[in-house]
C-alpha cells in the first residue's frame, strides 16, 4: 500500500509506531512567530509556526499569520497526542504527529547529523541551503515549492534550472516570476525541492503520488514535520533535510539538521 498521511496518522493512532501513543501527551506548546531580512537581500520573511513538545521532542508545524489563536494552542497542553491526531487543525494533527515520532524514533540515531556552523543571518542560510541542494541528484530543472532564495543562489551557482513556486506568487530576488500553482508546472520539472510545509498545506500527498508515477526525485526540507516527512523513504520520498526545533534562523550559534536519503533509510 502506498502511505499517505492520513494513512500514517491512523497507523500512530492505532500503536503500529510504538505503544508510547497511549501515555504520549504534549507538554509544551508555542507559537513562534518570526520576520527576517538578510543583510545585501531585497526580500523579507515572515514564518509563523507551531510547535509541541512530546517527551524530549518538538514538533513543528508552520502555519498562516492568525491561523491559530492562543486558546489552540494552549489547550493542546497536557492533551494526549493520540487526541490531538484528531484534531480538526492540519496543523495541530501534524506537529503531535511530528513530536511523537521524533521522540519514539530520534534523528539522531537514524540519519546523518550536520552542524550548520555560527553566523550571521545570511551566512547561516546560505549554509543550510547548500546542504539541502546537495541532496538532489543530477537534475535538468528543477520545482522549486517554498521560496527559499538561498536555496535558489545554490541553483543558480551550480547551473541547474529552476522554477519557483509559492502560494503566494510575486518574484524572486532575481526578477523571476513565483508560480502560485505547483500541479500547473509539475510537468515542465524532472525533479521537485518542496519545503515541509506542504504537509500543512494539503498538497503533501498531490506530490507525493506525482513522485510514485513519474519516478522523479521529490527532496524535502523540513522545518514542519521533519519527524514525519522520512517515514515516506522509498515510498515516493528521495531524500529529506530534516531540521527540528530549534531552527538556524533563530539565533546566530551553531544548529544542527539530519539528512535522510533513500540509500540510508529511515
Not at 502555519?63 to 497536557?78: A, K, N, R, S
Request: with cysteine.
Amino acid at each position: 500500500m502506498n502511505l499517505s498521511l492520513a494513512a500514517l496518522i491512523d497507523e500512530v493512532h492505532g500503536g503500529q509506531h510504538g505503544e508510547e501513543i497511549g501515555e504520549a501527551e504534549v507538554s509544551v506548546g508555542f507559537l513562534t512567530q518570526q520576520g527576517v531580512r538578510h543583510a545585501s537581500r531585497n526580500t523579507s520573511y515572515r514564518n509563523h509556526v507551531l510547535s509541541l513538545r512530546v517527551g524530549d521532542a518538538v514538533g513543528s508545524c508552520a502555519v498562516e499569520p492568525g491561523e491559530l489563536t492562543e486558546d489552540v494552542v494552549l489547550d493542546c497542553v497536557g492533551a494526549p497526542v493520540a487526541e490531538l491526531l484528531r484534531h480538526p487543525s492540519t496543523a495541530v494533527r501534524v506537529a503531535a504527529l511530528d513530536g511523537y515520532l521524533q521522540s519514539v524514533r530520534p534523528h539522531h540515531r537514524h540519519a546523518e547529523e550536520v552542524v550548520i556552523g555560527r553566523g550571521g543571518s545570511l551566512q547561516k542560510s546560505l549554509h543550510r541551503a547548500k546542504i539541502v541542494v546537495d541532496l538532489l541528484p543530477p537534475v535538468r530543472r528543477v520545482l522549486v515549492i517554498g521560496v527559499v532564495n538561498s536555496l535558489l543562489h545554490h541553483l543558480r551557482e551550480r547551473g541547474v534550472d529552476y522554477l519557483a513556486c509559492d502560494y503566494k506568487g510575486g518574484r524572486t530576488e532575481w526578477g523571476e516570476p513565483v508560480h502560485a500553482d505547483a500541479e500547473a508546472v509539475l510537468g515542465e520539472c524532472d525533479a521537485v525541492l518542496a519545503s515541509g510545509m506542504v504537509l500543512g498545506n494539503g498538497s503533501f500527498d498531490r506530490l507525493l503520488t506525482h513522485a510514485r508515477d513519474t519516478g522523479q526525485p521529490l527532496v524535502l526540507f523540513a522545518q514542519t514535520g521533519s519527524g514525519v516527512l522520512p517515514r515516506f523513504l522509498g515510498s515516493g520520498v528521495t531524500a529529506v533535510s530534516a531540521e527540528p526545533y530549534p531552527f538556524f534562523w533563530l539565533d546566530g550559534g551553531p544548529s544542527l539538521l539530519y539528512r535522510y536519503s533513500e540509500e540510508k533509510p529511515a
